[in-house]
């Protein structure tokens, strides 16, 4: 079992940034790939980044050029840096850990830009 912790959300104005960031926990193991999801209220979860366990990185077209997804394998760690953000990137933002047999969540963060 994987327990995936967020933390890095808040309050921006458009145009701003913010770093988010997701501790996994001791069981965690670099085979697992990594992702940021997000749900805006009457909205399905989407795909945000994504990176794989041997550091590819892919992307929504809405972030692209925005957004980068890293991780540090030592620390058990995932990052979502989001700059340029606009009104329409509110939402709650969740942290996924998976692997063709496994599939870890957190419990999300909110992120919510507004003037």
């Known amino acids: 079992q994987v327990q995936l912790v967020e933390s890095g959300g808040g309050l921006v104005q458009p145009g701003g940034s913010l770093r988010l960031s997701c501790a996994a926990s001791?069981?965690?193991?670099?085979?697992?790939?990594m992702g940021w999801y997000r749900q805006a209220p009457g909205q399905q979860r989407e795909l945000v980044a994504s990176i794989s366990n041997s550091g590819i990185t892919n992307y929504a077209d809405s972030v692209k050029g925005r957004f980068t997804v890293s991780r540090d394998n030592a620390k058990k760690m995932i990052y979502l840096q989001m700059n340029h953000l606009k009104a329409e990137d509110t939402a709650v933002y969740y942290c996924?850990?998976?692997?063709?047999?496994?599939?870890?969540w957190g419990q999300g963060t909110q992120v919510t830009v507004s003037p």
């Open positions: 996924r850990s998976f692997t063709s047999a496994r599939d870890y």
């Open positions: 001791a069981s965690f193991s670099i085979i697992y790939n």
